[in-house]
């Protein structure tokens, strides 16, 4: 009989125990939901693309009046699982996409951009720089994947780390 009521008292101080830790829980949850948000990667919408020079993949030079129209950009890191998952969809978007296409290849000293710079420059203009380039700079990214996507006026429309969900015709 002893043993009955010795495990019933544990059983009580462990639910007791579980419960004062959820109330902690709950505490925490509140107090981060109140915390500041980080502002958004890149560009936003509502702001243009500004000036800007770069060197694309293929020699030729780039700037801010190659996407002039409605235009896709992409911010992509051979080390990144979320920009690895991202990049067939982005690939098949750029497929069908109706203005310029820019991908932006990041690359720390320990990834191999090679293979993705291939898949990429089969339908963007693409560069590649270290993280926090001049490119990234310009276009506000220093997160990965970042894809913006601009308007007939140049304005940004989109920008997220996802794919906008209609293709620009």
Known sequence: MSYLIAAVVLVGLLGLANLL?????IRRLRTMQDAPQLPPE???PGETIP?????????EPI???YLEGRALIGFLSPGCRPC???LPEF????EQASGPVLAVVVAG??????????????VARVVSEAPQGPVQQVFKV?????????DATGTVVFSDAALPHQVHA
Do not use: N
């Open 84 to 86: 690895q998952e991202l």
């Open 63 to 65: 700037s801010a009046a």
């Open 142 to 150: 220093s997160g990965y994947p970042t894809v913006i996507a601009t």
């Open 91 to 94: 690939v098949k978007q750029a």
């Open 21 to 25: 830790l959820l109330f902690g829980v």
């Open 51 to 59: 000036d800007f020079t770069a060197t694309a993949t293929d020699g």
């Open 109 to 122: 000293p320990q990834d191999d951009p090679a293979m993705d710079i291939a898949r990429l420059e089969k």
């Open 42 to 44: 890149g560009l936003q």
